[in-house]
T-cell receptor, first 111, second 115 residues
């Protein structure tokens, strides 16, 4: 059974700090990795995707992938109160490409 | 462009009643997914369609659940009879190219409460 594990949090960081969110997965055949953001009472929204080992940067967000260690992380630089949300890690294997979601990490950015 | 449209946004019903949730995917997307989200279990895939054909329904919890996609612009998820443990937020999502890369676009969800 494919599993995606995240610390539920909450992770609390001060405004302007770097928030680091982590995710591990069980299926070594996984090929596609995603971070979705979900505000309270809203639907998940894709913010980052990464497919190869290393770092991928997009504005204040950096996704990091290490397939050998089976983990993927999301760094949010200069965190803002508007970043307060639940961040869902999703992993898809080759073949079906259907993502399996982790249960999410709650991030709180306090002024 | 319009996103994924779901209805109803909220549904409160009594145990034993039939519930029908509706979804209109983004035009041009050929894959459609139904997910259920609860605090206990997170986001779970129920079923997904590719080109209107159900591909994997292994996540459908029981025979009380059924889903259809009669055309490229419409899908339904039906629960009959409903039970209190079905209370959850049900999301519909769509994607291009057979769910390629897992880049899903979610609707706003249907919050179901079964009393």
């Amino acid at each position: 059974q494919k599993e995606v594990e995240q610390n539920s949090g909450p992770l609390s960081v001060p405004e302007g700090a770097i928030a680091s969110l982590n995710c591990t997965y069980s299926d070594r055949g996984s090929q596609s990795f995603f971070w979705y953001r979900q505000y309270s009472g809203k639907s998940p929204e894709l913010i980052m995707s990464i497919y190869s080992n290393g770092d991928k940067e997009d504005g204040r967000f950096t996704a990091q992938l290490n397939k050998a260690s089976q983990y993927v992380s999301l760094l949010i630089r200069d965190s803002q109160p508007s970043d307060s949300a639940t961040y869902l890690c999703a992993v898809a294997s080759g073949g079906s490409y259907i993502p399996t979601f982790g249960r999410g990490t709650s991030l709180i950015v306090h002024p | 462009d319009a996103g994924v449209i779901q209805s109803p946004r909220h549904e409160v019903t009594e145990m034993g009643q039939e519930v029908t949730l509706r979804c209109k995917p983004i035009s041009g997307h050929n894959s459609l997914f139904w997910y259920r989200q609860t605090m206990m279990r997170g986001l779970e895939l129920l079923i997904y369609f590719n080109n209107n054909v159900p591909i994997d329904d292994s996540g459908m919890p029981e025979d009380r659940f059924s889903a259809k996609m009669p055309n490229a612009s419409f899908s339904t998820l039906k629960i009959q009879p409903s039970e209190p443990r079905d209370s959850a937020v049900y999301f519909c999502a769509s994607s291009r190219f057979q769910g390629y890369t897992g880049e899903l676009f979610f609707g706003e969800g249907s919050r179901l409460t079964v009393l």
